[in-house]
């Protein structure tokens, strides 16, 4: 349950950190209130969409039973896989100039007195992170209920909120020990190991549905090192999702899955700049 900490404080840190460097530009610009309005009705209906993708994947999950509730499940997985991965692929690119695109986006919205682009713009935002996460997170729900451990899920995902509002207030009064770039690197790298431990659930369901008849033998038995059933194990296996004698199917695609998003990840570290926000959009 460690995994749901990481990802809504990841996800939480990130809507706070955008709609927070709008909001400290339009301080600086000394905007209209209505300017201030907008971004806070950007925010309302960027948790609103949010809301309604949740009761949707509620209302299709109760709707649907047997063999193609579980498909759904296994889709919502790998969805979260590739969104945790382009997530942290695309900040890397973009984090080092989000602030001054906000500012430019926001800047233009001013001046034309566009105001519904600046609501449209923190909409956007709120809403990618408020929707990341409600994926990310129903795959770990699903397990946390089934394993009887809805209390501990809730209890995470309440931390990993304020540890996200926490680092919001570290960033926002500069304190010296907060470096962005170490942030989103470190968080990043976590991210990659809870996409990483979901591979290893994709894999075995793979397996499960049949779906393939190579790769099925273990591959080793690391039990009398490590056991899911010891204690270290146990969180071991829930961070990561270790296991003591895996499947070579299951060796081959965690191992895949970490070179491809390595190699991403470095690639993204030496891209060059592209807008984060499109400024043509920004201009209706």
């Known amino acids: 349950m460690i995994n749901a900490l990481i990802v809504v404080y990841r996800e939480s840190f990130e809507a706070l950190l955008i709609v927070g460097l709008l909001y400290s530009f339009l301080v600086r610009r000394n905007a209209h209130p209505y300017a201030f309005r907008a ?87 709120v809403g990618r992170e408020g929707s990341e996460t409600v994926i990310f997170l129903y795959g770990m729900l699903s397990e946390s209920v089934q394993s009887g451990k809805l209390g501990t899920f809730v209890m995470m995902s309440c931390a990993g909120l304020m540890l996200g509002i926490l680092t919001w207030f570290a960033f926002q009064k500069g304190f010296s020990f907060f470096k962005q770039k170490t942030f989103f690197t470190f968080s990043s790298i976590l991210l990659f190991i809870t996409a990483g431990s979901m591979m290893i659930t994709i894999s075995s369901k793979i397996i499960e549905f049949d779906w393939i008849q190579l790769g099925r033998d273990q591959m080793w038995d690391s039990s009398w090192l490590l056991t899911e059933k010891s204690a270290i194990g146990s969180i071991f ?48």
């Open 39 to 125: 971004i806070g009705a950007g925010a309302v209906v960027g948790l609103a969409l949010s809301a309604l993708l949740a009761l949707g994947i509620y209302k299709i999950e109760s709707e649907i039973g047997g063999f193609a509730l579980e498909m759904f499940q296994f889709a919502m997985m790998v969805l979260a896989v590739v969104l945790i991965t382009q997530m942290c692929i695309w900040m890397r690119i973009h984090a080092r100039n989000l602030k001054s695109e906000l500012e430019s986006g926001a800047s233009k919205a001013i001046d034309t007195g566009h105001l519904f682009s600046l609501a449209l713009l923190t909409a956007i935002a």
């Open 237 to 284: 296996q829930i961070i990561t999702g270790y296991r003591a004698q895996p499947s070579q199917f299951t060796v081959f695609m965690y191992a895949s899955y970490w070179i491809v998003t390595l190699l991403l990840f470095y690639w993204a570290s030496r891209s060059p700049r592209v807008p984060a926000f499109s400024q043509q959009k920004l201009r209706n």
